[in-house]
């Protein structure tokens, strides 16, 4: 079983930078797929980023592209989600996802409880 813990949310104003980190529980951490989601208040959870286990290949989604950056460290079994130019359309809950030996796109069984992140204009 993966126990996924996201921390670093907050109350920020637009134009800030925020880091969230998410430690997996897990043995086998490299051989894990990472990913950031989130779900903007009333709306449905969507894709941010992620990292994959093999040559930590990237994706973003269109909307975080060249704001976000996803990083990993293994010998801390900790993703990370560099968040910079923040705007109030990226408030949002945002949660840390895993899948074993998957690609970035693949579907993700393990999820964490979700770290709050507020932006103000």
């Known amino acids: 079983q993966v126990q996924l813990v996201e921390s670093g949310g907050g109350l920020v104003q637009a134009g800030d930078s925020l880091r969230l980190s998410c430690v997996a529980s897990?043995?086998?951490?490299?051989?894990?797929?990472l990913a950031w989601f989130r779900q903007p208040p009333g709306k449905e959870r969507e894709f941010v980023a992620a990292?994959?286990?093999?040559?930590?290949?990237?994706s973003y989604a269109d909307s975080v592209k060249g704001r976000f950056g996803i990083s990993r460290d293994n010998a801390k079994n900790t993703v990370y989600l560099q968040m910079n130019s923040l705007k109030p359309e990226d408030t949002a809950v945002y949660y840390c996802?895993?899948?074993?030996?998957?690609?970035?796109?693949?579907?993700?069984?393990?999820w964490g409880q979700g770290t709050q992140v507020t932006v103000s204009s």
């Open positions: 996802a895993a899948n074993y030996l998957g690609d970035n796109h693949a579907e993700y069984p393990n």
């Open positions: 897990v043995r086998l951490f490299a051989s894990y797929t």
């Open positions: 990292i994959s286990w093999k040559n930590s290949v990237t």
